[in-house]
Each structure stands twice: as structure tokens, then as C-alpha cells.
């Protein structure tokens, strides 16, 4: 759309040109990003204040203990001493009253109100003899018009993100932003340039740019706002999608990988020898792999199946199909007990294939190190199986074709990258345990290839999970001996209790001497943590695996990968304090083979039970533990564990590691608007391939406005 001559452009214009907007305040907008008036535009209302929020004083005493906002004027300010000193803020609604109580913060808050001014307070209400009050309320200042307006017509009034350095210049998040954005807006968002067009608009049924930007920030009603939380959620995931679906494109269209031939006498002899036939989903995803391979591009596949549903032996049939093809294959895993776990696995499923396989961790001796390094750089090892240590700077391969990269989620995007330089261009596939919710991998891992495996071996079943209080002890003790007299072997597991190691260390010690000297004699109980060294692991594993140990007491390095078919129980002690994708990682370490599983998961009663009613953080996160514990009794199913995971937390880390190289997510919500972000996708990617060069004159200011949002030079260059 042409820009009218007579609006300037607010992509050019400082925020220092609006009248509000003196040095100062230029000067702390600068401070958080903000420089041009586009960029106050993008600053979005964090919520918004109107008559269907809000509810009327009169009517407070329907509502205790409930969070709702109310409006009203500064009536009285007064300190009383008597009991508790707190101040008390009177407010009045026509003949109504309640009050505001701060407990702390006397002076500061005594400054903040003026009798006459309107305020709108959110809380939780409580009732003290007749009058409603709410302590330490979220406040926001409205004007007298405004709140007229509101209350009249049904007015929307947006609150505003603030900060105490923000304040000190006036511009609180109430009537101090919305009187710099009123202004913004009314003059600069006629200016605002559209991207797509119209067509595109209307097909999706969106409002333009300017249109969504002045509804965000001062809708008429709420139809209005909802349109354009879409437009602007739908941008941003948009954006993301744009730059990923031009990653994906270079790393599979434009780089020269490996052609593998998919002929492999290796893979052949293993799937003969195996025990067991591979399910529809193996062979499925083994399908998609070779396939994938055999193209002369790079691979980047992600292949994803939940705990125990056989990734591993997709991955070495996959692996002995480079080797057979002259080139070097890489296992790289999280941690050191995994490590060796697949060496020596791989080591007896591949006795008669003649392949040389090595083991590569941190913790050995650097003498036979560089005796490994030479002999991995002269090409003589045909697999190596190790830790991050993989990736050091002086690990050379001589022909790494093939990398395999298991439970991704532990390894940074960087680690990913530096492996893969370490090949020529090697193939790429990444293996993850942990089911991320379906929004997450399509941002996650938008830019790779996807196989899943979505159906366990024949022979699993279900694994029967409970939750247990300090009072049913004797019995789960009991329970578990009359399984480990049937000849299967126990998991005890006991959690992160502190930051530090050592703190950790101890609890799984004592519960080890505990267990072993008085509660379980008769056994034969054994101890894993993490500071043991790699050998005394070693021998304690492999104890356990061939069954010498009955008991297996372990602080989390169990969690990932560990395969012990004949482990029926998995205890785990205060299971409130694990995280739900962890709770999940260590139940999977059960029910691998035919015999049923069990999961205990012991919590006290007390927190079990408390949280909910009163919304302080403490008490949340309290309830957030039970949400996790019944989600495991409730649930077997990875991915859906994973999803109310997503809800209770938010994407977290995951996201956050990654969304530094991408466009800014700042309305969209990863848990929230999974179908925006597949609508989104399904359009860049399409648009992509449609106009991989955006050179269609439809597609002239996408390309420049796509020109300045991409952080990732590379794409920038494919454009370009
Ligand atoms: P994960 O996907 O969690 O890495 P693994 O690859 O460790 O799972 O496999 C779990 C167990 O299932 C292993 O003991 C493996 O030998 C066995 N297994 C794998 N595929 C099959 C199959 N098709 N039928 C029966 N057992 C299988
Ligand atoms: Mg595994």
C-alpha cells in the first residue's frame, strides 16, 4: 500500500518527536529498546481494565476470597496503630465502601494516593466485620474520564508493562503510557506499513496492520481487540516460521550432503539377528531415515518416540548403513552412565558385524585419550560413542558421515552446530525422549525434518502408577520386597533437595544405609550417584543389570535412557519436588520388558493436600506439585504429559535457550496459541515455496520488512 506524503514514517521517527516525550523519559524508553515510534507501538498493554472485569464495591461481599478488580475514589488515607500498624486506604464507590491495606511499605504507599483520585485495585477480597478490603492490591490509576467512560460505555482502558525506572520519569503503566501511546497512535499508525496484502488479508480474515495496532492499544470493543491480538500473535509466529522455513530450505535444498546408498549388509545382519521384530513405527521411521539419507543434501531430522518405544536401534541400524557406505558414525549422548550404557550395548548387538566401535567421555585418562583421538582422526574407528566431550575442539574425525544426537533437549543448539562442523556435512539425526508438545517442535525443531515413533513394542504394559504419604511406607516396603521375591529388582530414587550436589549426595547415602541395613537386609542393595567415578558406575550398573543387585538407590542420573528390562518398581521419594518431564524420564526406566511395572510416587500428606485456595506463590507452586503427581497417576501417554507440563510451566527453557536468534515472541504464547502458530507456519512455509526469493511484486514490502526482522545472516543472504 502506498504511503500517504502527508503521515511520517513513525520505522524513522524518534520517540523524542512527541510532545510527551522529553529528554528523560527519551532516554528511558531508549533504555528498554524502545526508540522509534513503531517501536512504542509494539509496546503492548499487558492487560486491559473494562466493565466486564470489573466488579462494583456494593457487590464485594459476593466475592470473598475471590481476585477480582474494583474502582472507586480515594476517600481517606489513614495509619492505624492499633493491632497490626498498616495503612489503610478508603475507597468509595457512590454510598459504597472498601478498603486497601498495606502492611508494609508504609511511607512509600502513603505518597502514592491523593483523596479524589480513581483508582482500580485487583486482589483478593476479604470481608473485616462488614467492610471488604484487600491487602497489598495490584493498583492502576485511571482518569476521571476514563473511568467514567469505562464504566458508562463500556470503554476497554489498557495497562501497561512499567518498571520503577519507568515511573521515575512518569510514565507509569497506567495513565503515564497510555497518554504517550494515545498520542503515538493518533498520530503516527496511519503510517504504520502493511506487509500483506490485501488478498491475503481478506482470505484470513484479519484486519490490517494499523488497524491492529490502534485496536491493541485503544479498542472500541472487545470483537475489536480479539481481531487484533490474532493479527499481531499471528505476525509474530509469522516471522519465526519465515525464518525457519529459509533455514530448513538451505540445510536440505542448496547444501551438498552425503548421498549414502541405501544398501546395507551390516543393517541387514542385525535386524536378522535381533530378538524381537520391529514395530510398524521402527520400520516406518527407519524408512523416513534412509530415505532422508540417500539425498544428495544434509539431513536434519528429529526423531522423536516416547520413552522405551525403541528409538535406539533405529538409530544404529541407521548408523551401520553409514559405516557400510565408508564413513564414520557419531553417538552422542548426555551423560556419562548413558554413555556407557549404548557402548556396551552396541558392543555385544554388533559382535559379529566387525565394526570398530570406541568409547569417548570426559572422565577418561587424556594418555589413552590421544591415543583415541589419533585413531578416530585416521578414520580407524568406524563409531564413536560418547559425552559432549565429543565436540571438544580436539576430537578430528577423518570421515564422519553421520552424527546421532540422543535426548536433544540436554544438548544447546551451539552443541548441535559444532558437531556438525566437524564432518564434512554429515547427516543429522536427533533423537529426543522427552515429547515436546507439537507448538514446541514446530518452533523448537521447525527447521529439521520429523519421524516418530508412536507406538511401543507389543510385549509393554502399562506401568501401574500410585501416589503414596509417609503413613503407607511399611506397605510400599512390603510391596516392593514380594516383588523383588518374584525375582524382579527395585528402582529407589530420590531427588535434587538442593542446589548442591553434596546435599543431594546425602540424602541418597542415608536412604541408602537406611534401606540396606534395616529395611531391606535380606537383599542385596547397591548405590548410584553422580560422584562416584565413571567406573565404580560402571561395575554398579552393570551389577544391576545382570541382577547381582537387587535394589538400585540412586540420586537423577538414573533418569535418562537406562535400560534394565527386569525392573518392575520404580520408588520414587518426595516426587513433588521433580519436575513432571523428569517424573516421566524416570518412570520409562520401569516396564521396559513383559513383567507389569509399577511407579510409587511418595509425598507427604500435607503438601499433597495444601495449596489452591489462597493464590500466594508459595501455595501455588504447591498445588503445581500436586497437578504433576496426579498427571503421572493419571497418565502414561509422553505427549500428553508433556502438553499439561507446557501448561503448568510454560515453555521455559526449552524456548528460551533457542528464541535468541529469532524474531521477539511478545503477545504469542507457545502454550496458548498452537493453532495461530500452525496456521502462521503453514503460510510461510507455503509462501516460501511459492516465491523462494520473494520476488513477486506482491511480496516487495514483505521481503524488505522480512529484510530488517531476520537476525540469521545466512537466510538474509538467500533473500538477498
Ligand atoms: P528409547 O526409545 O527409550 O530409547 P530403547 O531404544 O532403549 O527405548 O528401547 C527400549 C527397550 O525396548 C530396549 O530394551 C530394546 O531392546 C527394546 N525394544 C526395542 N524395539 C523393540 C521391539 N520392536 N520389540 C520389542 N522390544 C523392543
Ligand atoms: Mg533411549
Redesign the pocket.
Known amino acids: 500500500m502506498p504511503r500517504s506524503q502527508a503521515i511520517a514514517n513513525p520505522d524513522q521517527t524518534k520517540v523524542g518527536n512527541l510532545r510527551a516525550i522529553g529528554t528523560h523519559r527519551e532516554r528511558a524508553l531508549t533504555k528498554i529498546g524502545i526508540r522509534t515510534i513503531t517501536d512504542l507501538l509494539y509496546y503492548f498493554p499487558r492487560r486491559y481494565l473494562d466493565r466486564t472485569t470489573i466488579v462494583r464495591v456494593a457487590d464485594l461481599p459476593m466475592y470473598v476470597n475471590r481476585e477480582v478488580t474494583a474502582v472507586g475514589t480515594v476517600f481517606s488515607i489513614s495509619t492505624i496503630a492499633r493491632g497490626k500498624k498498616r495503612l489503610v486506604v478508603t475507597l468509595a464507590d457512590e454510598r459504597h465502601k472498601m478498603d486497601v491495606v498495606f502492611f508494609q511499605g508504609h511511607d512509600y504507599w502513603r505518597k502514592r494516593f491523593q483523596t479524589g483520585e480513581v483508582i482500580a485495585v485487583s486482589g483478593t477480597v476479604n470481608l473485616y466485620g462488614r467492610t471488604p478490603n484487600m491487602v497489598h492490591p495490584d493498583i492502576d490509576r485511571l482518569q476521571q474520564d476514563e473511568s467514567l467512560n469505562m464504566l458508562n460505555t463500556g470503554g476497554i482502558i489498557p495497562v501497561y508493562p512499567s518498571s520503577s525506572d519507568l515511573e521515575r520519569v512518569g510514565l507509569n503503566g497506567n495513565t503515564g503510557f497510555r497518554t504517550i501511546l494515545r498520542s503515538a497512535v493518533t498520530g503516527y499508525v496511519d503510517g504504520i506499513q502493511e506487509y500483506f496484502s490485501t488478498g491475503f488479508l481478506h482470505r484470513k480474515n484479519m484486519p490490517p496492520l494499523d488497524d491492529a495496532l490502534r485496536s491493541i492499544h485503544f479498542p472500541n470493543d472487545r470483537k475489536a481487540l480479539e481481531a487484533a491480538r490474532y493479527r499481531l500473535i499471528f505476525d509474530e509466529f509469522f516471522w519465526l516460521s519465515l525464518q525457519l522455513a529459509y533455514q530448513k530450505r538451505r540445510k536440505s535444498n542448496t547444501e551438498t550432503g552425503i548421498a549414502f546408498k541405501p544398501e546395507s549388509p551390516k543393517a541387514r545382519a542385525l535386524i536378522d539377528s535381533l530378538p524381537?521384530?520391529?514395530?510398524g513405527a521402527?520400520k516406518r521411521a527407519l524408512k523416513e531415515i534412509t530415505a532422508n539419507m540417500t539425498q544428495p543434501h544434509p539431513m536434519n531430522r528429529l526423531l522423536q518416540?516416547?520413552?522405551?518405544?525403541?528409538?535406539?536401534?533405529v538409530a544404529l541400524l541407521t548408523m551401520l548403513l553409514a559405516v557400510d557406505n565408508g564413513y564414520q558414525a557419531a553417538l552422542m549422548v548426555p551423560t556419562e552412565v548413558l554413555a556407557e550404557q549404548h557402548f556396551r550395548t552396541i558392543t555385544s548387538l554388533f559382535n559379529d558385524l566387525s565394526v570398530n566401535i570406541q568409547l569417548l567421555t570426559g572422565h577418561q585418562k587424556n594418555s589413552s585419550k590421544s591415543d583415541l583421538y589419533s585413531k578416530i582422526a585416521s578414520g580407524n574407528v568406524d563409531i564413536v560413542v560418547g559425552t559432549h566431550a565429543l565436540i571438544q575442539e580436539a576430537v578430528e574425525f577423518g570421515n564422519l558421515g553421520y552424527v546421532v544426537i540422543d535426548e536433544q533437549h540436554r544438548f544447546g543448539v551451539m552443541q548441535r552446530a559444532t558437531l556438525q562442523s566437524k564432518g564434512i556435512t554429515p547427516d543429522v539425526l536427533v533423537?529426543t525422549?522427552t515429547p515436546i508438545p507439537r507448538t514446541l517442535s514446530m518452533t523448537l525443531y521447525g527447521d529439521l525434518d520429523v519421524s516418530v515413533?508412536d507406538e511401543m513394542?507389543?510385549?509393554r504394559k502399562q506401568i501401574k502408577s500410585a501416589i503414596r504419604f509417609e503413613e503407607d511406607r511399611e506397605k510400599v516396603y512390603g510391596f516392593i520386597a514380594d516383588e523383588i521375591n518374584n525375582g524382579s529388582q527395585a528402582y529407589i530414587v530420590y531427588p535434587l533437595v538442593s542446589e548442591s550436589e553434596k546435599m543431594d549426595l546425602q540424602a541418597a547415602t542415608e536412604g541408602f544405609e537406611l534401606l540396606k541395613e534395616q529395611v531391606f537386609p535380606e537383599f542385596r542393595v547397591g548405590l548410584l550417584h553422580g560422584q562416584m567415578k565413571s567406573e565404580e558406575k560402571d561395575a554398579t550398573m552393570m551389577a544391576f543389570k545382570r541382577g547381582e543387585l537387587q535394589i538400585l538407590v540412586s540420586t537423577t542420573v538414573i533418569e535418562v535412557?537406562v535400560?534394565v528390562?527386569n525392573a518392575t518398581v520404580m520408588l520414587i521419594e518426595n516426587a513433588e519436588r521433580f519436575g513432571l518431564s523428569q517424573l516421566h524420564q524416570l518412570r520409562?526406566r520401569v516396564g521396559?520388558g513383559d513383567k507389569q511395572s509399577y511407579c510409587i510416587l511418595m509425598t507427604k500428606k500435607s503438601i499433597y493436600f495444601s495449596g489452591g485456595a489462597k493464590a500466594t506463590d508459595e501455595k501455588k507452586t504447591l498445588s503445581d506439585s500436586r497437578r504433576r503427581l496426579d498427571t503421572m497417576r493419571d497418565y502414561n501417554d509422553g505427549f500428553k504429559i508433556a502438553e499439561i507440563d507446557m501448561d503448568i510451566r510454560g515453555p521455559g527453557d526449552l524456548w528460551g535457550t533457542m528464541q535468541s536468534g529469532y524474531p521477539e515472541l511478545r503477545l504469542a504464547s507457545l502454550t496458548e496459541h498452537g493453532d495461530i502458530l500452525s496456521d502462521a507456519r503453514a503460510e510461510a512455509f507455503a509462501l516460501v515455496d511459492e516465491d523462494p526469493h520473494l520476488r513477486l511484486p506482491e511480496h516487495a514490502t514483505l521481503r524488505e520488512v522480512f529484510k530488517t526482522r531476520i537476525k540469521d545472516k545466512l537466510v538474509l543472504s538467500s533473500i538477498a
Open positions: 524381537y521384530s520391529l514395530t521402527q518416540g516416547d520413552v522405551g518405544s525403541g528409538k535406539t536401534v533423537m525422549a515413533i513394542p507389543a510385549n535412557g535400560d528390562a520409562g521396559r
